[in-house]
């Protein structure tokens, strides 16, 4: 089903000098100011720019979801040649679904955990009255699915969001966007936290849109995902729009300094051994890739010959959910390796590859069906290990997740997230404020945090807090479980500078699990390359990404976007992934 014929001749989305506010925020000025901004079928427009810059606000005032209480207003204000500014709440949801279907960041989030994933897509389809046969709807929910890249759509169709992977899971969420045929697709940072393959199957999807004629407005903090398909950039810095025109233009020779600073702040194998926030573009000639300068970290001490975890032989299996009843899934499949004292040793892998498994497995959080863990020379984990048997050692080994604000208690404080952290370490109470005030010192924070909620915390210190929780037992092994994957990209380079700066000072060993190749080159000594459960590559970093041996390894380095590439080669590479066999 292609987009609408009638708009196909006019501007999806002009409009001029946006405004949006709200009377209780921001002192009543504006949160985004000045705005200009046009969408044609074909065209995909990015909208770049770190956390609170207005990205999503502006996309959301697309389809009257700025929120209640918006004060929006423009010199002009078209979506689909009409005036939305005099849109009722009835012609808002006329909009939705059949001219403009949109793509949020987190499809468990925004799929209803009540319904199949089937009746999801399908809901836009009966509502709109596009097919009114039960029959013609399954149909094309099958079709649309199949499209985007779902294997078994039949079998998927049963079943709920929470049974499917990231990957899958943010595909559902496109087909369901895409089901009416929508002239519109906004995407809201549609790849942030999925691997590079399912990434770049993601966009091959958009990428097929664009070629149907549809209109894409792209969300995202990720500049390298931008390059792979916008055709037109807008950077958004305090609500205002900085920075614009042809994506090549814009991140080649950037004319604003918030934009070099963005593209300075990458990080890759190159910035190894740099402070990323440190990193500035030194004046270049025309028609040359921007020069990159950066200041040092402080060395690190070499790791030792001491093994910290060590890890033999270790397997798990599920039983399949919407298989046959004797179906099993086979998450790991005889997983070995090693990590020493003050070593960074990263794993990397699609989604569904046991990443994640493996991560649970080491942390004691879910017991292998085979094989052995050992930690600080003590069993750890394997058939038969108990929980009690774990727990002279447990401080010693801490976890810093994806999401904190997920993982703190939201009744506690930090000051009592930290005082947790140090329970191990039997202080009285003046010292656990004392060494909690050192903590946050140490990540860039400081008292004045200590009674704050994670809640009215920034992502980025939110992320900061987790990691001086994981510091205050000090322990000899630290489990890094995408750590950086769902910040933007100055925040991210503040976090990984903290991330090694400490990491340097204490010596502490590191698994860092990443689906973003650039950051495990940028920070990692050693790679785990998983998948279908295995590992079917390891090495130094340097190594395994300049000569990788493996064709899934290949397939990963060529599937991770990069600013680097040329637009045009980076769409055809896209492109041919999406027809490679799912995974």
């Given at each position: ?352 590859s046991g990443k994640s498994t493996c991560g649970n497995i080491v942390l004691g959080l879910l017991a292998p069906d ?123 380079a503040q976090v990984l500078d903290l991330l090694v700066s400490v990491q340097a000072r204490h010596s502490t060993a ?74």
């Amino acid at each position: 089903m292609k987009s609408q014929a009638w708009v196909q001749d006019r501007l999806l989305v002009d409009i001029r000098g946006l405004s949006i506010g709200f009377a209780n925020a921001n002192g009543g000025a504006p949160l985004v100011q000045g705005v200009d901004l046009t969408i044609r079928p074909g065209e995909c427009v990015a909208l770049v720019g770190e956390s609170g810059s207005g990205k999503s606000l502006t996309a959301r005032s697309l389809l009257g979801l700025a929120g209640r209480g918006a004060l929006i207003g423009a010199q002009r204000f078209e979506i689909a040649g009409r005036d939305a500014l005099a849109f009722t709440e009835r012609d808002w949801r006329g909009l939705r679904g059949p001219f403009a279907g949109l793509v949020m960041q987190d499809a468990l989030v925004s799929l209803d955990p009540l319904r199949t994933v089937g009746a999801e897509i399908a809901e836009v389809l009966a509502h709109h009255r596009v097919l009114r046969s039960r029959a013609d709807r399954r149909a094309r929910v099958h079709d649309v699915m199949t499209d985007v890249g779902i294997p078994e759509p039949a079998m998927r169709a049963r079943q709920y969001a929470h049974e499917l992977s990231g990957g899958l899971r943010q595909r559902a969420l496109i087909a369901s966007a895409i089901a009416a045929g929508p002239a519109l697709v906004i995407a809201d940072e549609p790849t942030t936290a999925l691997d590079v393959t399912v990434q770049a199957q993601v966009l091959a999807v958009l990428a097929e849109r664009l070629a149907q004629g549809v209109g894409v407005l792209l969300i995202s903090h990720d500049l390298a995902v931008v390059a792979g398909i916008a055709d037109r950039v807008l950077v958004m810095h305090g609500g205002h729009v900085v920075d614009s025109g042809a994506t090549r233009d814009v991140l080649h020779h950037p004319s604003h300094d918030y934009t070099r600073q963005l593209l300075a702040a990458q990080p890759s194998l190159e910035s190894r051994g740099h402070r990323l926030s440190s990193a500035r573009i030194a004046s270049t000639a025309r028609g040359s890739m921007p020069a990159i300068v950066r200041d040092p970290l402080p060395a690190r001490a070499a790791s030792s010959d001491r093994v910290v975890l060590d890890v033999e032989g270790i397997g798990k299996t599920y039983r399949r959910r919407g298989g046959a009843r004797d179906e099993r899934f086979t998450a790991l499949d005889d997983v070995s390796f090693r990590v020493r004292e003050g070593e960074v040793l990263g794993i990397i892998g699609e989604s569904g590859s046991g990443k994640s498994t493996c991560g649970n497995i080491v942390l004691g959080l879910l017991a292998p069906d085979r094989g052995a863990v050992r930690f600080m020379g003590s069993e750890w984990n394997g058939a038969g290990l108990a929980e009690s048997s774990r727990r002279a050692l447990r401080a010693r080994m801490q976890y810093i997740p994806q999401d904190p604000l997920s993982s703190f208690d939201p009744r506690h404080a930090v000051r009592e997230l930290l005082a947790e952290g140090l329970h191990s370490r039997r202080l009285s109470r003046a010292d656990v404020l004392d060494r909690s005030v050192e903590l946050l010192e140490q990540v860039g924070l400081g008292a004045a945090y200590l009674d704050r909620r994670p809640v009215s915390l920034s992502g980025g210190q939110r992320q900061r807090v987790a990691i001086a929780r994981a510091l205050a037992p000090e322990p000899a092994l630290i489990v890094c479980d995408e750590p950086v994957s769902a910040l933007d990209v100055y925040v991210q380079a503040q976090v990984l500078d903290l991330l090694v700066s400490v990491q340097a000072r204490h010596s502490t060993a590191l698994l860092f699990i990443s689906h973003d190749l650039d950051v495990v080159g940028h920070l990692c000594d050693r790679v785990l390359v998983f998948k279908s459960g295995r590992v079917v590559e390891e090495g130094d970093v340097d190594t395994v990404f300049a000569h990788p041996r493996h064709a899934y390894t290949r397939l990963l380095k060529a599937s991770a976007p990069t600013f680097r590439h040329r637009h045009e080669d980076r769409l055809d590479e896209t492109s041919a992934l999406a027809r490679e066999p799912m995974l």
